[in-house]
């Protein structure tokens, strides 16, 4: 029987000067990673072994240049640049930031042209990133313009998943941006995601409310009684449980959220702060809606202890296999249903003739 191909593994190495080197490498120490995927860190191999000294890390490492010399059972780190990188742990640089984005690109590319089964983005610094060649605020707005579909920010464990509405947008602009299409698209998003990506064959969504205590029917505020609760009965008409909007400030403390599959929240904080209070450490920043896999940790650069040994790698190690998993798991689904049971023809039956 032919031996089942590993996945392999991209990961964009982020900004230097924080900890994404750090978590990456120790993630890879432990060999027995080696035996779920390929790696393949797009950076440089000189300074990933300078970093491997910094931070006294016991591994190999495999130097390519292209992606068809990329090996299994390697540490494979597939030179995006040759020069030397001056870092400065803690220190925001544009200059730096431009590696980053160098790194992110050529991942980008090889996960587009099938050289690479799924991304893991280490973290970058969002203001140092830009520049005349990216003008992005982040990872997902890139990987939206770059591969297709339309992404969602999910944040994920095992035991909560929490989606947005809207992301990096500023707080005056909420209320603006989110229209009854955007609603019925991101909820639609996150319910074919939960069904090809983790699984759940009948997919329970609580959406929360835009205003405080979700509008009080209208004293604070008016886009909960005329857009969210017509736009959430419509899809939940249309079949889909989704429920809500549910008053945000109560929801996670009581417990509510264990009754769903998924919750979406109006605006960043809204979900990300109960997302990180409940599951720091543990927690997946997903992107899903996209043709491809793209997994972060939900942390950021932590300047303030880069190149100190201190970081810890837990959220980059789980954001390795919940990559591993759902191409896994979007394989199963395809498969399900790209063939389904063709029917029969059904078997002539015996006639016997009368003697």
């Known amino acids: 029987m032919k031996k089942e191909e590993k996945i392999r593994l991209g990961i964009s190495i982020g900004d230097l000067n924080g900890i994404g080197s750090e978590v990456v490498l120790k993630t890879f120490e432990d060999s027995r990673m080696l035996d779920f995927c390929t790696p393949v860190i797009f950076a440089s191999v000189k300074i990933m072994s300078f970093l491997k000294k910094q931070y006294e890390i016991n591994s190999n490492l495999h130097g390519i240049d292209k992606c068809s010399q990329i ?4 540490i494979n780190v ?3 640049w040759k020069e030397a990188v001056d870092i400065n ?3 925001e640089n544009e200059k730096v930031g431009s590696y980053a984005i160098k790194s992110l690109k050529a991942a980008t590319a090889a996960l587009k042209n099938d050289e690479i089964d799924v991304l893991v983005t280490a973290p970058i610094n969002k203001h140092s990133i830009q520049s005349e060649e990216f003008k992005f605020p ?3 707005d890139y990987l939206d313009q770059e591969l297709e579909g339309n ?3 999910f944040m994920v464990t095992d035991e909560l998943k929490v989606g947005l509405l809207t992301d990096h947008v500023a707080v005056k602009d909420i209320a603006d941006a989110i229209t009854p299409e955007l609603i019925e698209e991101k909820v639609n998003t996150i319910y074919n995601s939960l069904k090809q990506d983790f699984g759940v064959s009948k997919p329970k969504i609580a959406v929360l409310g ?4 979700s509008g009080d029917n209208g004293v604070i505020g008016k886009e909960d009684e005329e857009i969210l609760k017509p736009t959430i009965k419509k899809i939940n008409d249309s079949g889909k449980l989704v429920y809500g909007p549910y008053a945000a400030d109560s929801f996670f403390g009581s417990n509510n959220y264990k009754s769903f599959d998924a919750i979406v929240a109006s605006y960043h904080d809204q979900g990300l702060i109960p997302f990180k209070t409940l599951s720091f450490g543990k927690g997946v920043n997903y992107t899903a809606g996209l043709n491809k896999v793209r997994t972060s940790p939900d942390h950021g650069t932590a300047f303030e202890i880069a190149g100190k040994n201190q970081a810890d790698y837990s959220s980059f190690e789980e954001a390795v296999f919940s990559a591993l998993k759902i191409f896994r798991n979007r394989k199963e689904y395809a498969d399900l249903t ?3 049971l063709k029917k029969q023809p059904r078997k002539p039956q015996n006639k016997y003739k009368s003697e």
């Open 210 to 213: 835009i205003n405080p205590h």
């Open 89 to 91: 742990f803690g220190t």
């Open 78 to 80: 597939l030179n995006v």
């Open 338 to 340: 790209k063939n389904p």
């Open 151 to 153: 992404s969602l920010m």
């Open 138 to 140: 982040g990872h997902t």
């Open 71 to 74: 090996l299994d059972g390697k």
